[in-house]
């Protein structure tokens, strides 16, 4: 029997994208209304009463990312920390510990040690991409989640998603993975066997710096329940055109993370080739100690490069000096940008376990032509 499901950049483009049955407008329209009639008392027409508890455009979108993700439900936050937040406090009590991986995303640590951690929320840290370590520490004592990034925030190591999902699930424990470096165009962590995807949608998924959002994706009806409780109770919904800006970005999102993949392994390329260039991180380069795993759970490696300089002197002057990528945070859009983690970024994490080394700077490779990204950085390194 062939397989007729659509494929991705199918789906990407159509899945919750129906015309609009009314008007027959191709684009559905965005829906702004906060209240909806009722045909008597309780007579709710598609379920849809008011715009915190549910919005068409806003279930468009959920209904597209879920298809990415090949998860059975799709969530949409305001951001991506609210997405991470509902998800945190809808399946933690006081006592339980989230395993955290030592390579995350700043806000993500900082979310569960300084809000959650006042709650009665515990803290481990470990290096997700060591699976022997990974297995040791849940010994030692149950988790009742297991939180990871790959490829992780910024220097992009890669973690085994299938062996760390057995050891979790072994474990008793829920595996989540922020997904966003990667984007469901290029990695599908359920697919591997993880319980949840975390999307800060603000940065491949949106694809265009210019809207911030969050979204979950799983399969586990409970889990789900729970967690769209909070979206409604709690209220961190994304509103109607953020989801429509972030719908029409994923339409083409196949084609740009093909793109920044491309470009990314041939700015990477340059930079290990170049004297001033201490060491670079990417996990397409073969030098890369994740590359062989990363090329079999991914299907390209993404639009990320970490780069080590001389020095922290030198970094900041590089990060100072490029002209066409941009000094700024974020990440994933389809212009080019360099962001020196250890004051930008990931200032939030200095001086705890998860600090970045002084001499990195990170860069956001755009979707620009790329003669002109290589050239850029083989200026800026010359003058430095
Ligand atoms: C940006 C980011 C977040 C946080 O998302 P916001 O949309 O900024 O709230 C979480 N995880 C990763 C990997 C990120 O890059």
């Known amino acids: 029997m062939t397989d007729t499901t659509p494929g991705f950049d199918t789906q990407a483009v159509h899945a919750g ?10 684009i559905p329209p965005v829906h702004f209304s906060t209240t909806y009639a009722q045909d008597g008392i309780g007579g709710l027409r598609e379920g849809y009463e008011y715009g915190r508890s549910g919005n068409p455009t806003r279930t468009a979108l959920e209904t597209q990312l879920a298809a990415l993700e090949r998860g059975r439900h799709g969530l949409s936050f305001a951001s991506g920390l609210a997405a991470e937040d509902a998800l945190l406090r809808a399946v933690l009590r006081p006592g339980d510990e989230v395993l955290l991986g030592s390579d995350v995303y700043g806000g993500t640590y900082r979310l569960i040690a300084r809000i959650l951690g006042p709650w009665g929320v515990r803290l481990r840290v470990v290096d997700m991409s060591d699976l022997a370590a990974v297995a040791s520490a849940l010994s030692e004592r149950p988790a009742r989640i297991v939180w990871v990034e790959t490829p992780s925030n910024p220097l992009l190591r890669i973690t085994d998603i299938a062996g760390l999902a057995r050891l979790g699930h072994d474990a008793g424990a829920l595996v989540v993975v922020d997904n966003t470096f990667a984007s469901p165009a290029l990695q599908q962590p359920l697919a591997l066997g993880a319980d949840v995807v975390v999307h800060s949608t603000t940065k491949y998924l949106g694809g265009h710096s210019d809207v911030v959002g969050g979204a979950l994706v799983l399969s586990d009806d409970e889990v789900y329940e729970q967690a769209k409780f909070l979206q409604f109770a709690a209220g961190a919904v994304s509103g109607p055109l953020d989801a429509w800006l972030t719908t029409r970005g994923v339409k083409t999102l196949g084609i740009r993370m093909q793109r920044h993949s491309e470009n990314a392994l041939a700015v990477a390329s340059f930079l290990e080739s170049h004297e001033r260039v201490a060491r670079v991180y990417y996990p397409g380069l073969p030098s890369h100690p994740g590359h062989e795993l990363a090329a079999r759970q991914m299907s390209a490696f ?41 004051a930008m970024t990931h200032a939030s994490v200095r001086g705890t376990e998860l600090a970045v080394p002084e001499e990195v700077v990170r860069l956001s490779v755009g979707i620009e032509s790329v003669d002109d990204l290589v050239r850029d950085l083989d200026q800026t390194l010359t003058s430095l």
Do not use: C, H
Not at 19 to 25: M, V
């Open 302 to 342: 993404g639009g990320i490069v970490s780069v080590a300089l001389a020095d922290a002197a030198t970094a900041r002057r590089f990060a100072e000096s490029t002209k066409l990528f941009t000094l700024a945070e974020s990440l994933g859009g389809v212009e080019s940008l360099v962001n020196y983690p250890d």
């Open 17 to 26: 994208q129906a015309f609009d049955p009314t008007t027959g407008a191709v």
